[in-house]
């Protein structure tokens, strides 16, 4: 295990999230690192209660494990394993050898799964990487007992709806910075303006922009959900203004629902792990407890 200060990477990141990795480190959380197809993979994970499955977290575009501080405290207390990823080109993982494309991306996911994680395991993601946790449970992989999703990418019910987040995406000064968390947050914070260098950062490193650029309106049509799946929990929140809410609807039309579960809740954004954590890490214990 290696301390995420000594990443040369970790000075990019906001004081906000330095702080939240010395809290997780506080509360027993170690740093690892882990090379997979080329890519030097950070994550922080946290063993306890070996008959029970691992709860593993997956961020958004241009975010990080820090993102999951508060969920990762209330899972730890309730006495679950918890893995959090640095994806590719996020945090304090490193670039990935070639050109970052959506499938790229889900075949390091899986590889780094396969071999940090064989065992039981729950995946959770957010956005990015709640589109990543459904490409996972479209491949079938065993182990896999259920799954939540927070506002999945994916979904897009037209070219124009898919251009038009690419271009929000373009965020290269504190304007296009400060437009995109509004749309984020049910409510800008007061400290949002703190976000903005490190967010101007994350998404303009170079595997982001060309997961961005590569990422084409079909991609998200190509995942088959399979008819029987892990129990699954999709999470949208009712002031999410970065996905369409079409975006939505085409989930709830094509997951099954005999095995998936959605909740629609008031004052919430794009991110409930941020703006709501003690209440998403709530939701996410309740449907573990569901599977008992």
């Not at 080109?89 to 996911?109: D, F, M, V, Y």
């Not at 995942?223 to 203004?241: E, N």
Request: hydrophobic residues 40%.
């Amino acid at each position: 295990m290696t301390h995420a200060a000594t990443s040369p990477l970790f000075a990019q990141l906001s004081w906000i999230e330095r702080l939240s990795f010395r809290a997780l480190n506080f509360l027993g959380f170690a740093s690892d690192f882990k090379e997979v197809a080329g890519v030097t993979l950070h994550s922080v994970r946290n063993m306890q209660r070996p008959e029970l499955p691992t709860v593993v977290l997956i961020h958004g575009i241009g975010a990080n494990v820090t993102h999951w501080t508060e969920v990762l405290f209330h899972l730890r207390r309730a006495g679950y394993s918890t893995l959090a990823l640095d994806l590719p080109a996020h945090g304090l993982s490193s670039e990935a050898p070639s050109s970052l494309t959506p499938q790229k991306l889900s075949e390091i996911l899986h590889h780094f799964l396969l071999e940090e994680v064989p065992g039981a395991r729950v995946l959770v993601g957010n956005s990015l990487g709640g589109g990543l946790v459904l490409r996972e449970v479209e491949s079938a992989a065993q182990g896999i007992l259920a799954y939540v999703a927070l506002s999945p990418a994916g979904g897009f019910t037209s070219e124009e709806h898919w251009s038009d987040l690419q271009k929000t995406l373009e965020i290269t000064e504190r304007h296009s910075a400060l437009h995109f968390l509004d749309r984020v947050f049910h409510r800008l914070p007061f400290f949002a303006g703190l976000f903005v260098r490190p967010l101007i950062a994350a998404m303009n490193r170079r595997g982001v922009r060309e997961l961005i650029q590569n990422t084409r309106y079909a991609d998200f049509h190509s995942v088959q959900i399979p008819p029987l799946t892990p129990p699954g929990l999709v999470i949208w929140g009712k002031s999410d203004r970065v996905f369409p809410l079409q975006n939505l609807d085409w989930f709830k039309s094509h997951l099954p629902p005999q095995y998936t579960r959605f909740l629609s809740p008031e004052k919430t954004g794009h991110c409930p792990q941020v703006e709501r954590g003690y209440w998403t890490a709530r939701q996410i214990l309740k449907h573990l407890a569901s599977l008992k």
